[in-house]
Structure formats: C-alpha cells, structure tokens
C-alpha cells in the first residue's frame, strides 16, 4: 500500500497512535485509507492516480507521501476526542490541503506519471468560453 501504519511514525510517536487507536489497528488503517482518497481525489484527473497510489518504498514521490500522512493523521486525530498536538496536526493538515489545491488548479506540477486516455496520450484539460450573449437592437 502507499502508506502503511508504520511511515505515521515520522509524524505521530507509535505510543500517541497507540492512545489515539486504542490498539486498534482498524481505526488507523481506515484513517489512511481516508487520508489516500482526499489525497487521490485532488490529484484525479490530472495525474495518473492508480499509477501513483501503487507504488511502495522507495518510490513513493516523497513529498506526495509527507502530504498523505499528514491527511490520514487528521483523519486519525480527528475521529477521536484527544486534544494530542490538535493544533499542530491541523496545520500541517490545512497547509497540505492547500497545496494539493494549487496542484488541483495546475498552480504545482509535482513529478508524478500523467493520467493518460485511452488511446495513451496525456489527458490535457482545456478551457473554453465566449462573452455574455449581446442583444443588439438597431
């Protein structure tokens, strides 16, 4: 999996997880899996998300990977009623978000595969537009 329970420990200390979860390994795993899709959803589209979210180790992009705990921490934090370091996990949550916003926009590039259509070439998006309707009447 992208991320696993053990990269939360450069983040959270294993004895804090612990506290949080109760020893409940279900409550970090869906926490993660929260944290994977809120991070999956901003990147969709743009970015070749299955390609991504299956690499492991090493090649994670490493950046990418820091943003994700940091979401699946505040999904972790927030299920529960433990005030532990609130407001500094909130921060590195919001800064996170706002990243993967500009991202989002095409604001960011981060080095990650494309998502690409069905005929293989780079899905690219495309605005289009026209001025309001004019009503002329002579």
């Known amino acids: 999996m992208f991320l696993e329970k053990s990269d939360l420990k450069t983040k959270l200390a294993e004895y804090q997880i612990e506290a949080i979860t109760e020893g409940d390994d279900s409550i970090v795993n869906n926490a993660i899996m929260a944290g994977i899709e809120e991070v999956r959803s901003y990147l969709l589209g743009r970015y070749d998300v299955e390609q991504i979210f299956s690499q492991t180790g090493d090649n994670r992009n490493k950046l990418l990977l820091e943003y994700t705990k940091d979401c699946a921490i505040w ?9 532990i370091i609130y407001e500094n996990v ?3 949550y919001d800064r996170a978000i706002q990243f993967l916003s500009k991202t989002q926009a095409g604001k960011v590039t981060i080095d990650l595969p494309a998502a690409m259509n069905d005929k293989g070439n780079e899905i690219t998006t495309i605005r289009g ?10």
């Open 75 to 83: 999904h972790l934090i927030s299920s529960s009623h433990s005030d």
């Open 90 to 92: 909130l921060t590195r």
């Open 129 to 138: 537009g026209s001025m309001p309707p004019q009503n002329y009447n002579w």
